[in-house]
Structure formats: structure tokens, C-alpha cells
């Protein structure tokens, strides 16, 4: 399970440059379309710019003028009324280049180990939701501490980064031995890396990026949150509406094991089974029979014989 490198050694196909990442961006799910949204919008941005430069208009009239005011969060409350939905926005606007890609990077790794253990509808969830707990941390604590109080009308936050690091803390609290290979460092827990970045976060909080800081600890806190929720059996369920989102569901009783098993469970169960045979068979497809795992392999010849 926590082998993270396919096996392309040997004789057999071999995929072409690229191939795995052009049809990971053909993939129709959240995974890849919370992803590719980030991408388009920093390409709208950088679009944005260099029509700017060209007229000779200042950045700071254009970008922060314009698409901040818009699209980023305000830590003023008074100005949230009127640019409601910069909420969500923000989760997705990045003006730097090095910005979104240490985010986006961060998503890909640990979006891929989420995905072992839930299915992309709690990937969805859980990026909303922790990019929604971030916003809330900035606002309050920006609108709490005298430090603060200068800055309030101009600051704004954007950034994918609470919503990353709510999956990071759901992976890391949710499978806290899972180890992963880290350059210069080895093999190590993905809940010590998560620590050590919300500890990080904490001690930065009084330096120069206090927000974006203030909203990585608002998304690992959801992050938490979602892991206690979930192991103690509540299941999102859309039919509740904003009233109970969480809901533990009714169980019956399974005829097969005799273990109580919800609808939603077996259902739950059958999707993710299902795109674990469909990822099987895309790997397949780019690498070759013999670059399967031996569980991959005998999940794959329990699906044959259904």
C-alpha cells in the first residue's frame, strides 16, 4: 500500500513521455479538476499581466486593483458582504509561480494518498471546506489582535494552501504511519510532516505572510475535524442539506459477514472498488501487466471473477 513507485523496469511496454500526465488531466474527476481550475486561473492572471505590461498599466492598479478586490479575501468583515463569494475564489487564485506550484505539488502528493482510503467526493469536501476554515481563521484572528489592526483594510488572502493542507492533516491524522520517501531525508510518518508544518505555521504567525499562516492552521484544523467525524461514523449526505451535513447512517444488517453495513457503505464501497480496478487498468494501459503490485494484482483477479 504505501509503495509509491511502479515498476518500469524489464522488458514490455513503456509509455511515452508525458503520457501518465496527459491522461491524469483527461481524468474527469476532482482530483484532476480542482487541479486543472487552479492552473486555468493562474493562467487567466498571467494573461491578465502581460495585456497590462503591453498598455503599460501598473500592477498594482491591474492585479491588485482589480482581480485582488475581486477574487481574494478580505480581512475587513464589512467589505465580505459585498464580495461574498471571494470565499471560494481565493482557494484557487495564485499570482506567483513558485506560489502554486509548491501548493499544487503539495495536493498531488498527499491528494493521491487521500484517495487510497476515501473517494474523490471527500477530496472535494474536504478542499472547500478547508479552504472555508482558513478564510474563517484569517478573518477572526486578523479582526481579534491589536498586531492586526493596521493592516485590516488593505490585507487580502489567496492561495490554495488551507485547502491542501486540510488533506494533509486528514491523511495525516487518518493514517498517521503511512511513510513516504522525502529527498536528503528517507523514509518518513506523513503525520510528522504534518506537525511540523502546523508547528511551523504557529511561530509565523507574528511574521510578514500572518495570513496565509493563520489560514494553513484554519485547513489542518479542518483536516482534524473531518478524521474525528469520519472514524466515529459520520458520512456526508448531501439529502441533509446545510442543516446536518454529517450524518451517521442507519445501518442494516449485511447477509454476507453479518456485520451491520449502510447503504451508503456498500455503495461507497462499490464506487471506490470500482476505480481501483479502473486506475489498475490504466496502469496497465501506460506500463504494462508486470508493473502491477501483487495486491493490485489479486484485487484485479477478484474483479474477474465476479
Known sequence: MNNMYGNFGGSGYRPQPGAELKAFFKRKDAFARLLIINIVVMLFVSVVRLIARLYQLPDDLVVDGYLLEYLAVPADPLHLPFRFWTVITYMFLHVEFFHIL???????????????????????????????????????????????????????????????????????????????????????????????????????????NAGGHLAHIGGALWGYIFVLLYSKGYRFRLKNGFKNPFAKPKMKKSYTSGRPVSDEEYRRRKIEEQEQIDAILDKIKLSGYKSLTASEKELLFRASKK
Not at 487518518?174 to 504534518?194: D, E, H, M, S
Open 102 to 208: 509548491f501548493n499544487l505539488l503539495w495536493f498531488y502528493w498527499f491528494g493521491k494518498i487521500f484517495l487510497e482510503y476515501f473517494d474523490q467526493r471527500y477530496l472535494l469536501i474536504n478542499y472547500i471546506a478547508g479552504g472555508l476554515a482558513g478564510a474563517v481563521m484569517y478573518i477572526v484572528f486578523y479582526n481579534s489582535f491589536p498586531l492586526f489592526e493596521s493592516v485590516v483594510p488593505v490585507s487580502k488572502l489567496m492561495g490554495a494552501s488551507a485547502a491542501v493542507m486540510a488533506v494533509v492533516a486528514a491523511v495525516a491524522f487518518y493514517v498517521p504511519n503511512y511513510t513516504i520517501q522525502l529527498f536528503l531525508v528517507g523514509r518518513i510518518k506523513v503525520f510528522y510532516i504534518a506537525m511540523a508544518l502546523f508547528i511551523l505555521d504557529f511561530f509565523m504567525i507574528a511574521g510578514d
